[in-house]
């Protein structure tokens, strides 16, 4: 592993050289510095707390808030929000793909709203790398179900007895005369198109079931090589050696003091130095997010044991309902030097004070006093180049400053070297006054960014005029 870590650090270093004055803060390592953990979740409600956030863990029991406990992506379709991710990966390691619900409780959606004539749709993006994300895109998976309501909590396995995903989430429908949540699965190769759904789990009566998730358990190891937690009014659990043959119900969290009006979002970790495996458990009615349920044998109940106090700590955020990844050495160098924790900053304007850098509608200018995240981005290293800089939306995770001509946008990041070039600026002594400073653009180095009735620009500067408009500061 030195290899790695010297990779690591190098990274780490290059992001903190950018600007003396911000602090890069990667998580903290374990002792072995083995590749960590990585959880997806939301925070909350709202149309902030409810997008994808980041976590990581060298230990698998106490998290840290990647960048700087910021959102990592944000849907910008359908509800305009998410909840409940899966963070999957192909089997070859070759793509990712999160998928969510699409569903933004007191963004003009209420609960009753949603579960009567919510969304059909799911959330999905996808990365060849955890860390340049697609576009987000909307799947449509209850459409097709009889009086289905909606679709919440989705999850997706790799079966490899139909060599594809099988995926399966929740929607509320009317069947036999009963209108309930139940499980549905549909299969799908992409995540773009999906086999006509049917019922996957149906509990007695009437009887609801929203969360399930899926965990692949080694040869011997229990009885059964998959085991599924949900709630379903308790924390059932059930065991297969199909993932779409029959399941057997292995019994209950009630005789840990657990039950499904106490805790939901059930969430799999196993431990990568042992045959050791964590139920994460949202405490949502007492409003304490999750903590960590362990067990030496997923299919028994018995061998199931609550966390003692100062085990384990889940960081600056609320984890609500989400999915854990194993961390290749690969994966877990990238992540952290993606999402390190650079402070957001405001591009102040050196002739008019009173002004900075913002975003509207994708649109950048310059206007009074703003004190919202629209005028807050991210100095990342430059996209194009070492020694330069590019700036990230703080929140809009993903869009960064970029040039069209001479005109500014604010763009999503396609990956293209473009955009990367567009992007990317030096960061120089201020033309007007060398205590502040300019930014000239990596791919047309005569032009700088400036303002020109109160419109970010591109263009070359020849006049005092000008270089007091191309003139800026990085404050917080």
């Known amino acids: ?226 085991v599924r937690a949900s709630g379903d009014g308790q924390i059932t659990l059930e065991g297969s050696n199909s993932i779409l043959g029959t399941w057997t119900n292995l019994g209950n969290l009630s005789g840990i003091g657990l039950t499904g009006s106490q805790v939901e979002g059930p969430m799999w970790m196993k431990f990568r130095d042992r045959n050791e495996w964590t139920l994460y458990l949202d405490q949502y009615a007492a409003g304490k997010g999750y903590m960590p349920v362990t067990t030496t044998n997923p299919s028994a109940t018995g061998t199931y044991k609550l966390p003692t106090s100062g085990t384990y700590s889940l960081g600056g955020t609320k984890k609500r309902h989400g999915s854990i990844l194993n961390l290749t050495a690969a994966e877990d160098a990238r992540i952290q030097a993606r999402w390190a924790n650079v402070p957001g900053k405001r591009l102040q304007s050196f002739n008019f004070q009173d002004r900075y850098v913002r975003h509207a509608n994708f649109d950048v200018r310059i206007d009074q006093n703003v004190t919202n995240q629209d005028a807050q981005f991210r100095p990342r290293p430059g996209l194009a180049g070492t020694g330069t800089v590019s700036f990230e939306s703080v929140n809009f995770p993903g869009y960064y400053l970029r040039h069209d001509g001479t005109d500014f946008q604010l763009v999503y990041n396609d990956g293209t070297t473009q955009f990367a070039e567009d992007a990317t600026f030096r960061q120089v002594a201020g033309l007007a006054d060398s205590a502040w400073s300019s930014f000239q653009s990596y791919n047309h180095p005569d032009r700088y960014i400036r303002h020109y009735a109160f419109q970010l620009k591109l263009e070359t500067i020849t006049t005092a005029t000008g270089r007091s408009d191309a003139t800026f500061r990085l404050t917080s």
């Open 1 to 226: 592993m030195p290899a790695v870590l010297s990779r690591l650090a190098a990274i780490l270093v290059a992001a903190c050289l950018l600007f003396t004055a911000q602090v890069v803060t990667a998580p903290q390592r374990a002792a072995a510095a083995d590749p960590g953990y990585l959880m997806t979740h939301f925070i909350g409600e709202g149309s902030t707390g409810q997008q994808m956030y980041f976590s990581y863990s060298a230990d698998g029991l106490n998290w840290t808030d990647l960048n700087g406990g910021g959102m990592t992506l944000r849907s910008t379709v359908g509800t305009r929000g998410v909840r409940d991710p899966a963070l999957v990966r192909s089997p070859d390691g070759s793509k990712y793909w999160i998928i969510a619900t699409d569903l933004c409780i007191g963004c003009g959606q209420s609960w009753g709203d949603s579960t009567s004539n919510g969304s059909r749709n799911l959330v999905v993006w996808e990365s060849t790398d955890l860390v340049t994300w697609s576009q987000p895109w909307l799947l449509n998976v209850a459409g097709a179900i009889p009086d289905g309501r909606n679709a919440w909590a989705p999850e997706a396995i790799w079966d490899p007895a139909t060599n594809d995903y099988v995926m399966y989430w929740a929607t509320n429908a009317t069947l036999n005369g009963v209108l309930k949540h139940r499980i549905y699965y549909a299969r799908t190769s992409n995540f773009r198109t999906i086999t006509t759904p049917q019922i996957y789990i149906d509990r007695p009566g009437t009887q609801g079931i929203i969360d399930t998730q899926i965990v692949e358990v080694p040869s011997g190891v229990g009885n059964y090589r998959y």
